[in-house]
């Protein structure tokens, strides 16, 4: 399955890109074994993910939880708890 | 447009005028502004970038006035939301209500307010005499929010 990731804020910075594609293993279907996933890759995705606390994320520009499913070029994003207003 | 993402200033009393404008239904205008401080933390803050998720923000805050105008019996609700680099005493927000009465007008703008900050996606980032850091998500922002819910 192939989906775009996006990250945001600390997150963007930490890994080093505000976006990118990925082919995922098959065993790789929603929000939380995708961000396993990344981690499981190394640096700067594993410091992005442990360093930032509760990184949130969204799925089709919706805030997901760990068990949102991914569907084919689904719309991943990853992110710090927003801060506006 | 009920949602704007913008780098520009606004002018809140033409906005209201604008948004109020031929409706003599309307008898309350609710309208909250957030502003840049010079503190935060702690620290002096001379820069804030507010960067954003396009997309997402439109779409969550447009979810966000839904909700609001399914609670409380409001004509229009309009949300400007700023980007980019700001200064101490720049505008950052503006939230307009328009209903009947003043209750609903009320509510609805916080609301709207309480929701955005813990909703849409937008972060902040200050410039400091230390250097350059994120703006912490706040508890009492949460806590804000979470009055809000209805249970059941």
Known sequence: ?85 | MPVRIQREDFDAGAQIARLRAGDPRIGAVASFVGVARDRNDGAAVSTLTLEHYPGMTEKSIEAIINEAKSRWAVFEILVIHRIGELKPLDQIVLVVATSSHRGDAFAACEFVMDYLKTEAPFWKKESTPAGERWVDARESDEAARSRWERSG
């Open chain 1, 1 to 85: 399955m192939r989906v775009t990731v996006l990250y945001f804020a600390g997150v963007r910075e930490a890994a080093g890109r505000d976006r990118e594609t990925l082919e995922l293993p098959a065993d790789v279907a929603t929000v939380g074994a995708l961000r396993a996933w990344l981690i499981a890759r190394g640096s700067p995705w594993a410091e992005a993910f442990t360093e930032i606390r509760r990184i949130r994320a969204a799925v089709a520009q919706d805030m997901a939880a760990d068990e949102t499913p991914l569907a084919e070029g689904a719309e991943v994003a990853f992110f710090p708890p927003v801060t506006g207003g």
